[in-house]
């Protein structure tokens, strides 16, 4: 019941067959974790952020790998042993387990930066398109019967 028919996207788009198998595969995949949340937002006309909430985690236990059209974010948060025999967690509630969320980037986007501040890390993304890649104007020439020179006889 939660699947859905992305086949009329491929019938009425050019050249975006991969961002409809994309979102097949995001909503088909049911093993998806959904640890730490994120979101995704749109900050300019080919800017991009990525914000997740990785509350408990310091800037040396998380993990920011750009790989081709593959972003992985990894946490690693090393077992503290309780030193004193007093001190004991009753309640865990603070998720503090190792993860990794990969996202897949589209052609062209590259990873301008991240910044971690009040338990979210922020990761910048770009898109830039190459001058080949971008449109360019074409100019229409005129037939080419009108470009000849006409050639005046003399009166009579």
């Known amino acids: 019941m939660n699947r859905f ?8 788009t050019v050249g975006f067959d991969q961002f409809a198998s ?4 995001v909503l088909s995949d049911s093993n998806q974790q959904s640890f730490p949340p994120y979101n995704i937002e749109r ?4 800017a ?14 998380l993990s920011i790998e750009a790989r081709q059209n593959l972003l992985t974010i990894t946490g690693r948060k090393e077992e503290k042993q309780e030193e004193d025999g007093e001190t004991r967690v ?8 190792n993860f990794e969320r990969r996202f897949q980037l589209a052609d062209h ?21 190459p001058e080949a890649m971008k ?12 470009s000849k020179p006409q050639i005046e006889g003399k009166a009579a």
Do not use: C, K, W
């Not at 994309?22 to 595969?25: A, P, S, T, Y």
């Not at 009753?90 to 387990?97: D, E, Y």
């Not at 971690?116 to 993304?125: F, K």
């Open 43 to 46: 900050t300019g006309e080919n």
């Open 135 to 146: 449109p360019r104007q074409i100019q229409i020439s005129g037939a080419a019967g009108s």
């Open 48 to 61: 991009y952020r990525i914000t997740m909430a990785v509350a408990g985690f310091a800037e040396d236990e």
């Open 5 to 12: 028919d992305f086949s009329p996207l491929y019938r009425s």
């Open 90 to 97: 009753l309640h865990r509630g603070i998720a503090t387990r």
């Open 22 to 25: 994309l979102l097949d595969q």
């Open 109 to 129: 986007v590259e990873v301008r930066g991240a910044a971690l501040e009040n338990g979210l890390l922020h990761v910048d993304l770009v898109r830039e398109i």
